[in-house]
């Protein structure tokens, strides 16, 4: 049995101030780290295949919650968000002629302006995913699990997901059924071992 699970990055300045970040490179942020640094992988996924994406937010929380370094894959790098990278979401919805809109209202061809869709995204995780053996853990972007976990559960970012991707937890795949674990793996907090 193959297993991918999937580990949002820490937050970064942007996230706590709404802001997109996309492929911006912004990295985490003092707290994150400090709150990173109390974690640690449970098992199997302590010993699995470490993935993330080259965007230093995501390869730092791996090495912060795995104790090494992961592989990188350019296919695991954020969404591009186009010429809204850097807004504020609320700013754009506020804006009538901006074409911004909440994610239960996309559809896999939603393209923000000289972006991607969640259908590129997915045409370009393919190979990668295709090339997984064992249980691998990915640690990402909220956009990359969205799209991914939208495949498993069968979602077509139209109405309510049927899941809600939290921090500090891993989102489980089996690949050979492709279908979703129901629940999400807690990280494990290191003092609670100590």
């Known amino acids: 049995m193959s297993r991918l699970s999937l580990l949002r990055h820490g937050h970064t300045h942007w996230n706590r101030a709404g802001r997109i970040q996309g492929r911006s490179d912004i990295p985490l942020d003092d707290d994150a780290r400090a709150e990173l640094a109390g974690y640690e992988l449970p098992e199997p996924w302590n010993t699995a295949a470490l993935w993330s994406s080259p965007l230093h937010r995501a390869s730092e929380t791996a090495a912060l919650v795995a104790g090494r370094d992961p592989q990188v894959s350019e296919a695991l790098t954020e969404m591009n968000w186009g010429d809204w990278e850097g807004q504020r979401g609320v700013d754009l919805i506020a804006d009538p002629e901006s074409g911004y809109r909440h994610i239960e209202d996309w559809g896999w ?6 972006g991607e869709s969640p259908a590129d995204v997915r045409a370009r995780l393919q190979p990668w995913l295709d090339g997984l053996k064992g249980d691998t853990l990915a640690v ?11 495949q498993a559960w069968g979602w077509n970012f139209d109405g309510d997901a049927p899941f809600k991707i939290k921090r500090n937890r891993l989102y489980v795949i089996d690949m050979d059924s492709f279908q979703p674990q129901s ?3 807690r990280l494990l907090r290191q003092d609670a071992h100590s």
């Open 109 to 114: 061809d939603f393209r923000p302006p000289n």
């Open 183 to 185: 629940e999400p793996v």
């Open 140 to 150: 990402c972007h909220i956009g990359i699990m969205r799209v991914i976990l939208a």
